[in-house]
């Protein structure tokens, strides 16, 4: 069975720093291409940022860049997500999300349960 | 940037009737590939979003057959053929040819 199971979130100050996790099972994770996807307090879905499998090839939301960074690690089936200088905008709960293989590349086939960040002083 | 628009953003639906959601996006979603890269999901209340269509009309795996997508280009649809109580959540189209981006959501309830 597929599991993400994602880590690390809570209460940080304006500026401040925390960086996410998430542990894969039930797959090959190595194979996959990643993405990190939030979601304020009562909004909608937006894509942060994207992975593939080897970490070659990364890309991020305009309203993360620069602040933001993804990573992996193959060998302990993990996925990161570092966030610098956040603001109060950044308050929402992160899901990592795989992307899919054959029928279903291109999309995101299994999500975590999300982890919330808060960012308030 | 792809803006993805949804209507209606709600939807209150008598158990057993039809519903449809609209998704319109800014750009062709259709692919040098031939794949047109339209998606669709349901987020339960308080649980993560889940797959139902990808590819514009095809079934992810397990979602029932009361599901159908259509459309090209750049309209596309969502229709429930009788709206069961399960059925109730957010749903969300998405693209997928250029980076990724959600539609605002459509709330469907049950009266």
């Known amino acids: 069975e597929v599991q993400l199971v994602e880590s690390g979130g809570g209460l940080v100050q304006p500026g401040g720093s925390l960086r996410l996790s998430c542990a894969a099972s039930g797959f090959t994770f190595s194979s996959y291409e990643m993405n990190w996807v939030r979601q304020a307090p009562g909004k909608g879905l937006e894509w942060v940022s994207y992975i593939s499998s080897s970490g070659s090839t990364i890309y991020y939301a305009d309203s993360v860049k620069g602040r933001f960074t993804i990573s992996r690690d193959n060998a302990k089936n993990s996925l990161y997500l570092q966030m610098n200088s956040l603001r109060a905008e950044d308050t929402a709960v992160y899901y990592c999300?795989?992307?899919?293989?054959?029928?279903?590349?291109?999309?995101?086939?299994?999500w975590g349960q999300g982890t919330l960040v808060t960012v308030s002083s | 940037d792809i803006v993805m628009t949804q209507t209606p953003l709600s939807l209150s639906v008598t158990p057993g009737q039809p519903a449809s959601i609209s998704c319109k996006s800014s750009?062709?979603?259709?692919?040098?590939?031939?794949?047109?890269?339209l998606y669709w999901y349901l987020q339960k209340p308080g649980q993560s979003p889940q797959l139902l269509i990808y590819?514009?009309?095809s079934r992810f795996s397990g979602v029932p057959d009361r599901f159908s997508g259509s459309g090209s280009g750049t309209d596309f649809t969502l229709k429930i053929s009788r709206v069961e109580a399960e059925d109730v959540g957010v749903y969300y189209c998405m693209q997928g040819i250029h980076l990724w981006t959600f539609g605002q959501g459509t709330k469907v309830e049950i009266k």
């Open positions: 590819e514009v009309s």
């Open positions: 999300a795989r992307v899919g293989g054959g029928a279903v590349a291109g999309t995101f086939d299994y």
């Open positions: 750009q062709s979603l259709l692919h040098s590939d031939g794949k047109t890269y």
